[in-house]
């Protein structure tokens, strides 16, 4: 990568052959700062995020993502976020090499941006959709060495009024998901709570509490999705992706929500624990 | 064999010009002008579609007048000139001052080594924290830099529409006196509607991007008072 290099206003003329138009990331290649795909390095000396959920409530999806980042066994982060707005209208949640897929996010925002301000629109859901899977399929060779990066990607369709989220592969194949989706290593189980737990008529509520019960489910079976950190206060990143945008969810609004899950757990498995542990003594 | 005619330097310089300013007559006027609430732009444009005003980057906006194809092309470069800066440095690294240089660099070239000059002027504007940082710089055809404080006019009447301008507008002013101080002077003794008016804001405060269309509704509100 040509680090630093200027590129001056009267080198983005292009003649109408070489045009890249709206595509920001052909923009970049034409300019020489697209980044060289790291193919020799074993994936797993990086530092791999992992779980990432998308539930599609009544009025639009929510997102969340837990703060761990992992290089093999060693915790290499606490508070990484996995959750971004790629738009005002969607986001995208990154599971895998931690490096490679905070450029694509970067990457991706920029697209959707620049896209928007050449054209005067934005790009429509579906061509977001699309243009992911093109980012993700480029990454193939990376991913082949152990570094693969896989997106959900989810959003308000502004022009059909509901929300909607796809899945990825890492060779860019895309899957619509109707009710939920989730990616990485703690996927398996997170997937599991919020399929048990959804219902086609959820809450902005209800869904923001069972992807927080569901990344709570995760890190209590995988070592590499973190739980929630009431010490460091670390929470989870959670959106909400409603007509009116992508919104965050407050710390403390997801602080007071683990309060109260905490509370519901141990009231029903407090008693169990008691009778194991009167159990073991007799 | 033929041989050119000698033409002297200054008089070549001088049939460019003309050129260029008679191209810019032709189109209609523009105002921009730093208020309390942000810098209001605002121009004579009875296209819905295309457009005269546009935004660059988080906090710089682009006008243009003129030829539409050649400030459209201007601007279009100027967004990839920051967004392309903003991917490889960072967002604040993105300013409309080396922006404007950059544009005053490739009019002065085409100025002088075209087949014709382009015929537009420009306007690029930031906004800052306060209005004595808002930044306006205008950009005339033959690469001409004019950096302006309050407001700026650009196109064919632009001394007409500037006697009006210096007399509507006022430091401090809100978005709303702005724009009806800017509507005032490009309408002079005629009346203009929303219908017939392009018109955005460079919001003072606010989320990462600022730069926002007003639409029709909002304009007629506001030239209601």
Known sequence: ?????????????????DDPGPDFAALVRQAGLWPD???????????????????????????????????????????????????????????????????????????LEHYEKVEGSPVSLEGKANQ??????????????GMAVVPLFAGFDTARGLGRLFQYDITGGRYEEHDYASAGSGSLHAGTVIKLGWSPDLSVDEAIDLTLRSLLEAADEDSATGGPDMLRRIFPVVANIGEAG?????DDDLE?????????????????????VEGTNS | MTMPFYVAPEQMMKDRADYARKGIARGRSLVACTTADGIVLCAENPSRLLRKISEIYDRIAFAGVGKYNEFDQLRIAGIRHA????????????????????????????????????????LVTEIGADPSGDQLFHILYDGTLVDETGFSVLG??????????????????????????AVGALAGEN????????????????????FRRLSDDTVTEFLAG
């Open chain 1, 132 to 145: 992911l899977s093109q980012m993700v399929r480029s990454h193939l060779p990376a991913a082949m060495s």
């Open chain 1, 256 to 276: 007071q929500r683990f309060v109260a899950l905490f509370e519901q757990l141990a009231a029903t498995r407090g008693a169990e624990r008691d009778n194991f």
């Open chain 1, 37 to 111: 795909t790291p193919t020799s390095l074993s994936g797993a000396e990086v530092p791999h995020g992992t779980t990432c959920v998308a539930v599609r409530h009544s009025d639009g999806v929510v997102m969340a993502g837990d703060r761990r980042a992992t290089s093999g066994n060693f915790i290499s982060h606490r508070s990484i976020e996995k959750v971004f707005p790629a738009d005002q209208h969607s986001g995208v949640a990154i599971a895998g090499a931690a490096g490679p897929a905070l450029e694509l996010v970067r990457l991706f925002q920029l697209q």
């Open chain 1, 246 to 250: 992508f919104e965050r969810v407050a």
């Open chain 1, 1 to 17: 990568m040509a680090a630093g290099k200027v590129h001056a206003v009267n080198q983005s003329h292009f003649p109408p052959e």
């Open chain 2, 191 to 210: 009346s203009l509607d929303a219908g017939d008016l392009e018109v955005a804001l460079l919001e003072r405060t606010g989320p990462r991007r600022r």
């Open chain 2, 83 to 122: 967004d392309l800066k903003g991917y490889s440095f960072s967002r604040e690294d993105v300013e409309a001052r080396s922006l404007a240089n950059n544009y005053a660099q490739i009019l002065g070239n085409v100025f002088t080594h075209e087949m014709k000059p382009m015929e537009v002027e420009i």
């Open chain 2, 156 to 181: 064919g009447d632009a001394e007409v529409v500037g006697e009006r301008m210096r007399e509507a507008w006022s430091e401090g002013c809100t978005a709303q006196e702005g724009v009806v101080a």
